[in-house]
């Protein structure tokens, strides 16, 4: 069995000598050591831009019987500052999400949707809801189409609520000056997963996928 990944950059892969950023997508395998991980996330992109630029379509003729599309977006798709990017959730991301979902299915493949992460924006000592209403259309969209989904959203939520504040800095992209050659300055990304995070996501990723009876334990 395969596993295909269709996101956005806090699923992407990155070279480790370049920058300490890890996609939850790179570590998936760490998880399911018996399934083939292709892939195909990319920053910066949202439904819209995913298709667009055919790379979807670079997966026509690799999907086999059985399986898994793993779709995940939201981060730029709510990006109206970006309105190349930019889908509306009740409109086109919900209808791109359904083609994602026909796409797979069409092919063979058993199409599941996961909710973006939260992202980590604290205020006044309270985690703050992220994404607007984006994960709600997707999970319409899932009970809509029939389709496996893994609320990814919800979960690394609660994950972030956990370590707190100060604590859940170590999920994401907190680097100091000088220790990180992509961000020679520091920086303090929210939204943008180091191992520690990118690990604890992609091991809800696999669990949910078990739980599904999509992949064997």
Not at 45 to 52: A, N
Not at 174 to 194: Q, V
């Amino acid at each position: 069995m395969k596993i295909f990944i269709c996101g956005d950059s806090t699923a992407d892969t990155y070279d480790p000598a370049q920058t300490q950023m890890v996609g939850w997508g790179q570590v998936l395998g760490e998880f399911l050591p018996n399934v083939t991980i292709c892939n195909h996330a990319k920053a910066g992109r949202s439904t819209r831009t995913f298709l667009e630029e055919g790379r979807l379509q670079q997966l026509d003729g690799e999907i086999r019987l059985g399986d898994l599309v793993l779709i995940q977006f939201a981060h730029n798709d709510e990006n109206k500052e970006k309105p190349e990017r930019y889908a509306d959730p009740w409109g086109s991301f919900s209808e791109n999400l359904a083609f994602f979902v026909r796409f797979a299915r069409e092919r063979g493949g058993v199409p599941v949707l996961l909710t973006p992460i939260c992202m980590r924006v604290w205020q006044d000592g309270v985690l703050c809801e992220t994404h607007g209403e984006y994960p709600e259309a997707m999970r319409a969209v899932a009970q809509k189409l029939g389709v496996p989904l893994i609320d990814i959203y919800r979960e690394s939520f609660r994950a972030v609520e956990e370590a707190g504040e100060e604590g859940s800095k170590a999920f994401f992209m907190h680097i100091a000056p000088g220790t990180d050659p992509r961000f020679p300055e520091g920086t303090c990304d929210n939204a943008h997963t180091r191992r520690a995070g990118a690990v604890r996501f992609a091991e809800m990723v696999a669990k949910g996928l078990i739980r599904a009876g999509l992949v064997e334990p």
